[in-house]
């Protein structure tokens, strides 16, 4: 090839990018239940649309050969079903990503996975996509996946849905079957906020209706998936409402230089414009907008840059710049919808980690409100989340955060729940207003507070937290160094699990939800106790990590001394000193702990007491003597 060849094929690229640089951009996902045909679909539209590439297609062949479920026709699904098991099993577990562009359009498709347990990743793909394809398999119609998917596209903001009515060769091309399954969705989705929702009658196998017209269904006159994908208004949403950059990152390479980077989540700013920092309040106006590529005089969503303020105000890593004339609402108590993904029950009362685009702070469920009956969209009561059950909730963070509600913006709206031990993600939330409640209630600051108190008394307050099975020894060696204590001088008070149940806890039974209640409020009243100056001895099975953790966390630093009672459940049973082991293994004592509820042994208790072989008043020394130490 010559220079000036080559020169021209430079050149033919750089209008190439450009065209490609003007055109719309739609995001969308397929979704709907096991095996209605998401991953074959997208195959289908790539092979259509000629944007597979030789290797590719050989490679696509051979691979149907060996996993297709065609026979030896293509099998399209392979195209985006990449892991192994995947293939195996003829069914999606990730979430695939596509890039594809036609004449008209760019396009990126999220294909989901139909599988109950795999909502979460379902959830994933919604999250950032206009449009959703929701696929029925003709022969099944509208099934409990498919009212689950419509119902999480709605409250993920997607507001345009195509109702992809699938395989409808295997039933010989059926108008009636067609018209039949539209009226079941239509009657289902009608309260769902949907602005648009095309019905398309299609076999995603053999091409028909996906990007030509099929001849075999001269009843319907409605346009083929890609020239609906190609024409569906979607229009920037977010250039036209409020400001917000969460700043990611401090640019500081010299003295003379202090930017925020980050990427625009909504709105446009221009050189010369005032901002406001959410939380603070305090405000500055922007100097000047820096890219890689030089200087800009506006920003827009989604765009990465870098903004200098006029001003030196305090700024950092986690703060949101927004709209003075209107910011977002900063609260510390709001109500939200949430998305439940593990296997292990939202219970309201225990702590998590809330993550948003810009904050991550310690947050409590307060109150489920109901869970969303995904059949008939009823609200329901009920006292905890299953996996892939959507409840609303009332939630509680340890500072405020900034937010605006998910229906205004869904990038500053959203929020991710992140189990504390497992750092696994256990739910999502959107955020539906902030609570207003309590609002005419301060913290009333005492000019005797706890440090006066505890030097009146000679003494360090303390909470020591002991947990470990039924008969373990727990009340016994708890009692013996109050003994010990009250002989040195000190003040003491002892909380003991059953007979705080006579009083303050007396309407709290012993499933789960109440448990978590059980040590929440035990747990306030220590600390009450502890900024009296007191040493507090808690003796509670408190058989949850995640219960224990919430307690300690009300506490300074070394004030929380947890203390394991750490007796074999063998002799524990042997003991039963209670006889409460043998009802429980008879069926007449229900949630016991050890025998039909679990314990979590601590992973790094300050006092680790291994009672077999020493008595209660060794075991109280030996705490004692950590005390003295401490």
Same mark, same amino acid.
């Given at each position: 090839?010559?220079?000036a060849e080559q020169v021209d094929v430079s050149g033919?690229?750089?209008?190439?990018?450009?065209?490609?640089?003007?055109?719309?951009?739609?995001?969308?996902?397929?979704?709907?239940?096991?095996?209605?045909?998401?991953?074959?679909?997208?195959?289908?539209?790539?092979?259509?649309?000629?944007?597979?590439?030789?290797?590719?297609?050989?490679?696509?062949?051979?691979?149907?050969?060996?996993?297709?479920?065609?026979?030896?026709?293509?099998?399209?699904?392979?195209?985006?079903?990449?892991?192994?098991?995947?293939?195996?099993?003829?069914?999606?577990?990730?979430?695939?990503?596509?890039?594809?562009?036609?004449?008209?359009?760019?396009?990126?498709?999220?294909?989901?996975?139909?599988?109950?347990?795999?909502?979460?990743?379902?959830?994933?793909?919604?999250?950032?996509?206009?449009?959703?394809?929701?696929?029925?398999?003709?022969?099944?119609?509208?099934?409990?996946?498919?009212?689950?998917?419509?119902?999480?596209a709605s409250l993920l903001g997607i507001r345009n849905?195509?109702?992809?009515?699938?395989?409808?060769?295997?039933?010989?091309?059926?108008?009636?079957?067609?018209?039949?399954i539209v009226a079941d969705y239509m009657e289902f989705?009608?309260?769902?906020?949907?602005?648009? !929702?095309?019905? !398309?009658?299609?076999?995603?196998?053999?091409?028909?209706?996906?990007?030509?017209?099929?001849?075999?269904? /001269?009843?319907?006159?409605?346009?083929?998936?890609?020239?609906?994908?190609?024409?569906?208004?979607?229009?920037?949403?977010?250039?036209?409402?409020?400001?917000?950059?969460?700043?990611?990152?401090?640019?500081?390479?010299?003295?003379?230089?202090?930017?925020?980077?980050?990427?625009?989540?909504?709105?446009?700013?221009?050189?010369?414009?005032?901002?406001?920092?959410?939380?603070?309040?305090?405000?500055?106006?922007?100097?000047?907008?820096?890219?890689?590529?030089?200087?800009?005089?506006?920003?827009?969503?989604?765009?990465?840059?870098?903004?200098?303020?006029?001003?030196?105000?305090?700024?950092?890593?986690?703060?949101?710049?927004?709209?003075?004339?209107?910011?977002?609402?900063?609260?510390?108590?709001?109500?939200?919808?949430?998305?439940?993904?593990?296997?292990?029950?939202?219970? /309201?009362?225990?702590?998590?980690?809330?993550?948003?685009?810009?904050?991550?702070?310690?947050?409590?469920?307060?109150?489920?409100?109901?869970?969303?009956?995904?059949?008939?969209?009823?609200?329901?009561?009920?006292?905890?989340?299953?996996?892939?059950?959507?409840?609303?909730?009332?939630?509680?963070?340890?500072?405020?955060?900034?937010?605006?509600?998910?229906?205004?913006?869904?990038?500053?709206?959203?929020?991710?729940?992140?189990?504390?031990?497992?750092?696994?993600?256990?739910?999502?939330?959107?955020?539906?207003?902030?609570?207003?409640?309590?609002?005419?209630?301060?913290?009333?600051?005492?000019?005797?507070?706890?440090?006066?108190?505890?030097?009146?008394?000679?003494?360090?307050?303390?909470?020591?937290?002991?947990?470990?099975?039924?008969?373990?020894?727990?009340?016994?060696?708890?009692?013996?160094?109050?003994?010990?204590?009250?002989?040195?001088?000190?003040?003491?008070?002892?909380?003991?699990?059953?007979?705080?149940?006579?009083?303050?806890?007396?309407?709290?039974?012993?499933?789960?939800?109440?448990?978590?209640?059980?040590?929440?409020?035990?747990?306030?009243?220590?600390?009450?106790?502890?900024?009296?100056?007191?040493?507090?001895?808690?003796?509670?099975?408190?058989?949850?990590?995640?219960?224990?953790?919430?307690?300690?966390?009300?506490?300074?630093?070394?004030?929380?001394?947890?203390?394991?009672?750490?007796?074999?459940?063998?002799?524990?049973?042997?003991?039963? /000193?209670?006889?409460?082991?043998?009802?429980?293994?008879?069926?007449?004592?229900?949630?016991?702990?050890? !025998?039909?509820?679990?314990?979590?042994?601590?992973?790094?208790?300050?006092?680790?007491?291994?009672?077999?072989?020493?008595?209660?008043?060794?075991?109280?020394?030996?705490?004692?003597?950590?005390?003295?130490?401490?």
């Amino acid at each position: 090839m010559s220079i000036a060849e080559q020169v021209d094929v430079s050149g033919d690229m750089i209008e190439y990018l450009k065209e490609q640089e003007k055109k719309s951009m739609l995001r969308f996902l397929t979704c709907g239940s096991v095996d209605d045909g998401k991953s074959t679909l997208i195959g289908r539209l790539l092979y259509d649309t000629k944007l597979i590439f030789e290797d590719q297609l050989a490679t696509l062949e051979r691979d149907s050969l060996k996993h297709g479920t065609d026979g030896e026709n293509i099998d399209f699904a392979l195209l985006v079903d990449g892991l192994e098991a995947e293939r195996e099993q003829g069914i999606t577990i990730d979430v695939a990503y596509r890039f594809f562009a036609t004449a008209k359009r760019k396009f990126i498709v999220a294909d989901t996975p139909g599988h109950e347990q795999y909502t979460r990743n379902m959830a994933t793909g919604a999250s950032t996509a206009d449009l959703a394809v929701v696929l029925v398999d003709s022969r099944q119609g509208i099934l409990k996946q498919t009212r689950r998917h419509s119902y999480i596209a709605s409250l993920l903001g997607i507001r345009n849905i195509v109702l992809a009515v699938n395989k409808i060769d295997l039933m010989d091309y059926s108008q009636e079957v067609f018209d039949k399954i539209v009226a079941d969705y239509m009657e289902f989705a009608k309260d769902l906020g949907f602005t648009s !929702i095309q019905p !398309i009658p299609m076999s995603a196998r053999f091409g028909d209706n996906v990007t030509m017209q099929s001849s075999r269904m /001269p009843w319907y006159k409605g346009p083929t998936l890609l020239s609906h994908l190609e024409t569906v208004p979607v229009e920037n949403e977010y250039l036209d409402k409020a400001f917000r950059f969460p700043v990611q990152y401090v640019v500081r390479p010299n003295l003379d230089f202090r930017g925020f980077a980050g990427q625009v989540a909504s709105g446009r700013i221009k050189a010369g414009d005032k901002l406001t920092v959410a939380k603070s309040g305090q405000q500055s106006v922007v100097k000047e907008i820096v890219t890689h590529d030089g200087n800009i005089d506006e920003a827009i969503e989604g765009q990465a840059v870098t903004i200098v303020l006029a001003d030196q105000i305090d700024i950092s890593r986690g703060d949101m710049l927004v709209d003075p004339e209107n910011r977002p609402h900063v609260a510390d108590q709001f109500q939200a919808h949430i998305i439940w993904f593990d296997a292990q029950p939202m219970i /309201p009362g225990r702590s998590y980690i809330l993550r948003t685009e810009v904050d991550s702070v310690s947050a409590t469920v307060t109150a489920l409100k109901h869970q969303v009956n995904i059949n008939t969209f009823a609200h329901e009561a009920a006292k905890h989340l299953n996996m892939n059950e959507v409840g609303e909730c009332n939630i509680s963070t340890q500072s405020p955060i900034a937010f605006d509600p998910y229906r205004t913006n869904r990038v500053t709206g959203n929020f991710i729940l992140i189990d504390r031990f497992t750092n696994a993600t256990v739910g999502a939330g959107m955020i539906d207003h902030p609570l207003r409640r309590a609002s005419n209630v301060h913290w009333q600051a005492m000019e005797v507070n706890k440090e006066a108190r505890a030097a009146l008394k000679n003494q360090k307050p303390a909470v020591l937290w002991f947990t470990g099975f039924s008969g373990s020894g727990k009340s016994t060696i708890a009692n013996n160094l109050e003994k010990l204590l009250t002989a040195q001088g000190k003040h003491t008070f002892m909380l003991d699990g059953d007979n705080i149940r006579h009083g303050l806890n007396r309407d709290l039974g012993f499933t789960a939800e109440d448990r978590v209640e059980n040590i929440r409020r035990v747990a306030e009243v220590a600390k009450l106790m502890t900024d009296a100056g007191l040493i507090v001895i808690v003796s509670f099975i408190s058989p949850f990590r995640s219960e224990r953790r919430m307690a300690r966390e009300l506490f300074p630093e070394h004030e929380f001394i947890e203390v394991f009672v750490d007796t074999p459940l063998e002799e524990c049973i042997k003991r039963d /000193p209670k006889g409460l082991y043998k009802k429980a293994s008879a069926g007449e004592i229900a949630n016991f702990t050890g !025998i039909s509820s679990p314990y979590e042994p601590p992973e790094a208790p300050e006092v680790h007491l291994r009672t077999l072989g020493h008595s209660a008043e060794e075991l109280a020394i030996q705490i004692e003597t950590f005390l003295n130490k401490r």
